[in-house]
């Protein structure tokens, strides 16, 4: 395996990643916005047995997770350039040619200075998960600078059935769109935790859309502040 430091991605992530996954010798992870693989390593670092499936639209960032899938030799990584959404079909993504790919987006206006646009093909989760005969899903993380509201949209028959845990990058974009986030995740039974940069969990009574960026990973989840604690994870109401 490539040399990796699980500090140099998100650490705050790392303590309730490493619980969640080893409670399975096989845990099942979506990982919705690959970018250029901090999640697989993060994933593979902390359980080498983990199955990622990996989504990532744009083609450069795909060939070059294939280079390091191959390297490492993870054969039960699957990439596809694909984006997940609320349906299946082409799906424009923004972004700042001058700045390459970081930060694109589904969301034109998301950021002021996107230059460029980008056509890729979609699909949602419900439509994968079906296709691909998958019956347990232990983790979903999105990261997908905005687009979050879609890919919840297109995954609510496996969200239901197999009740994974959420790791959500949830940022602030124009209009009603985070808060139709949140009410459909509640809507689906799940609470919502602020995870700090220490990698402690703050209870949300009440999500509010944040345009200071300041709240932005949580953990979503079915467990109760209860349920966390016993698997020794800090949690404040």
Not at 83 to 95: A, E, N, V, Y
Not at 104 to 130: G, K, M, R
């Amino acid at each position: 395996m490539l040399c990796y430091d699980p500090k140099s991605y998100e650490k705050e992530t790392t303590p309730i990643l490493q619980i969640i996954l080893k409670k399975k010798d096989r845990p099942v992870v979506i990982d919705v916005g690959a970018n250029w693989g901090q999640t697989i390593f993060k994933i593979k670092y902390l359980s080498k047995h983990a199955i990622v499936h990996s989504f990532e639209a744009f083609p450069q960032m795909i060939q070059c997770l294939d280079k390091i899938v191959k390297i490492n030799k993870w054969e039960d990584v699957f990439l596809n350039n694909l984006m997940l959404g609320s349906k299946k079909g082409p799906t424009q993504i923004f972004f700042k040619k001058e700045s390459g790919m970081d930060t694109a987006s589904p969301l034109e206006n998301f950021q002021p200075d996107f230059d460029s646009v980008y056509t890729a093909n979609s699909i949602t989760l419900d439509e994968y998960v079906d296709f691909h005969k998958i019956n347990s899903v232990t983790i979903l993380k999105i990261d997908v600078e905005g687009g979050e509201l879609e890919v919840i949209q297109g995954a609510q028959n496996m969200l239901k059935k197999m009740k994974p845990d959420i790791l959500l990058e949830l940022l602030y974009s124009p209009g009603e769109r985070q808060r139709q986030t949140i009410e459909l995740l509640k809507q689906l039974g799940y609470l919502f935790y602020w995870i700090t940069t220490n990698g402690s969990f703050i209870a949300q009574q009440e999500v509010m859309p944040d345009s200071n960026y300041k709240f932005l990973n949580y953990f979503v989840s079915r467990k109760t502040i209860d349920e966390l604690r016993e698997l020794s994870i800090d949690v404040k109401d």
